[in-house]
C-alpha cells in the first residue's frame, strides 16, 4: 500500500513520498507535438469514468468529437488554453488543462482561470497525481495574477465533489453538459484566491 506521507517540490519536479519507496511525479507544459499523449490519457479516463452511467452511442459520440485530432491540436494550440502532463518516469500518468479568457467554456471575467480537466489515470488514483496537478493549476493562476479558480463537476462524481470541497472550492451554480443526446447537470465550483 503506498500511503502519502508528505510532498515536496524541486525544480518543477513534484516528489511524492510512500511507505515503501519515492515516485517522482514530473509536470511539464504540453504542446501540439504532446497530442497523442493527451487523446490518450483524455479518452481513457474519461471512458473509465463516466462510460458505466452513459450508454454506449452517447459515450462514443463524445469521445470522437471531444479527442479528436483537429479538436484537440485547436485547444493545444489555442492561446488561452494552458496544458500540463503529469509523468512518472516516462509513462505519461495524468493532465491538466487551464483556460483563460474567451478560452473560458463558460463566460467568465479576466479575473477567472477555468480548470477544464484533471484526468488521471485509475491506477495512479489515491496516489496523489491529481492533487500535484491541482497545486500547478494554483500556481498558474497565480502567475498569471487571477483572482479566482473555477470548474464544473458532474453532480453525480462524488469522488471529485469532495476533492474539490477538501481543497477550498465551492458551489456557485449550475450548467447543463451534453454527453450525446443526454443532458446532465454539473455543478459549478469556485475558489477565490
Do not use: C
Not at 514530473?26 to 504532446?34: E, G, L, P, V, Y
Not at 487523446?39 to 450508454?55: C, M, R
Not at 484526468?119 to 493549476?137: I, P, S
Not at 449550475?174 to 475558489?191: A, N, P, S, V, Y
Amino acid at each position: 500500500m503506498n500511503r502519502a506521507i508528505g510532498v515536496g517540490r524541486q525544480s518543477g519536479i513534484f516528489a511524492v513520498f510512500n511507505d515503501t519507496n519515492m515516485q517522482q511525479i514530473r509536470i511539464n507544459k504540453a504542446t501540439a507535438d504532446d497530442l497523442n499523449i493527451i487523446q490518450l490519457i483524455g479518452s481513457v479516463t474519461f471512458a473509465e469514468t463516466f462510460g458505466p452511467y452513459n450508454t454506449e452511442a452517447n459515450m462514443q459520440r463524445y469521445l470522437e468529437e471531444s479527442f479528436s485530432d483537429a479538436k484537440l491540436l485547436e485547444e493545444l494550440r489555442h492561446p488561452g488554453s494552458h496544458f500540463f502532463i503529469a509523468f512518472e518516469g516516462s509513462t505519461p500518468v495524468g493532465y491538466l488543462k487551464l483556460n483563460t479568457g474567451a478560452a473560458q467554456t463558460e463566460a467568465q471575467d479576466d479575473t477567472a482561470i477555468e480548470i477544464e480537466r484533471i484526468y488521471v489515470q485509475r491506477d495512479y488514483h489515491g496516489k496523489k497525481v491529481g492533487q500535484l496537478l491541482y497545486e500547478k493549476a494554483l500556481e498558474v493562476a497565480r502567475m498569471l495574477g487571477k483572482s479566482f479558480l473555477w470548474l464544473g463537476v458532474w453532480e453525480n462524481n462524488p469522488r471529485a465533489i469532495r476533492f474539490y470541497e477538501k481543497n477550498g472550492f465551492a458551489a456557485f451554480d449550475k450548467h447543463i453538459f451534453r454527453m450525446g443526446e443526454d443532458e446532465q447537470t454539473d455543478i459549478l465550483m469556485k475558489k477565490m484566491l
